[in-house]
T-cell receptor, first 114, second 114 residues
Framework: DQQVKQNSPSLSVQEGRISILNCDYT??????FLWYKKYPAEGPTFLIS?????DKNEDGRFTVFLNKSAKHLSLHIVPSQPGDSAVYFC?????????????FGTGTRLTIIP | DTAVSQTPKYLVTQMGNDKSIKCEQN?????MYWYKQDSKKFLKIMFS???????INETVPNRFSPKSPDKAHLNLHINSLELGDSAVYFC?????????????FGPGTRLTVL
């Protein structure tokens, strides 16, 4: 029962272009969505988040869009840089008996081509 | 000045052994977590502690026993190790157990059971 899905296991983008990573979810009780970035042999690091009451959040080169009716969110990176090459995880937050629980997607490996 | 640290980074052991993974955070956070990332790259919550109290316990075999001696530490003990326990285990912490709070992850411990 995979509640958070990232259907593209990998994505290659030319440096300077826009990278778009997608994520779909099934649980309408999720109230917060987060993107994490992971380099090899390191733990995931937080990138950006969005509340379920918003449809867009921007932080520098990173923008997350949320379409609640479609249960879909996306992360836009523009312009893409070589240092953006990593695995990106989408995560969704819901309350579990009052306590926050994150559910992660399986990740998308982004490769930026110089 | 690592925020969330885990030891050891790599652990290779025989089936049937008992092992422990240690986690420490110096961020002053109240909540700590253990996640398991299996061979399919699913990152799944195992346990969550808030102020040394267990608040989330997913369906994890009782061979896994977390122990929190204080707010800054959450150790994971695994008894009678099985082949299927081979995975990367991540510790994480967050300021409080509330929606949308980013979690800070440790570098992971790669456990290999032979």
């Amino acid at each position: 029962d995979q509640q958070v899905k990232q259907n593209s296991p990998s994505l290659s983008v030319q440096e300077g272009r826009i990278s778009i990573l997608n994520c779909d979810y099934t649980n309408s009780m999720f109230d917060y969505f987060l993107w994490y970035k992971k380099y090899p042999a390191e733990g995931p690091t937080f990138l950006i988040s969005i509340s379920s009451i918003k449809d867009k959040n921007e932080d520098g080169r990173f923008t997350v869009f949320l379409n609640k009716s479609a249960k879909h969110l996306s992360l836009h990176i523009v312009p893409s840089q070589p240092g953006d090459s990593a695995v990106y995880f989408c995560a969704a937050s819901a309350r579990d008996f009052g306590n926050e629980k994150l559910t992660f997607g399986t990740g998308t490996r982004l490769t930026i081509i110089p | 000045d690592t925020a969330v640290s885990q030891t050891p980074k790599y652990l290779v052991t025989q089936m049937g052994n008992d092992k422990s993974i240690k986690c420490e955070q110096n961020l002053g956070h109240d909540t700590m977590y253990w996640y398991k990332q299996d061979s399919k790259k699913f990152l799944k919550i195992m346990f969550s502690y808030n102020n040394k109290e267990l608040i989330i316990n997913e369906t994890v075999p009782n061979r896994f026993s977390p122990k929190s001696p204080d707010k800054a530490h959450l150790n994971l003990h695994i008894n009678s190790l099985e082949l299927g326990d081979s995975a990367v285990y991540f510790c994480a912490s967050s300021p409080t157990s509330g929606s949308g709070h980013e979690q800070f992850f440790g570098p992971g411990t790669r456990l290999t059971v032979l």
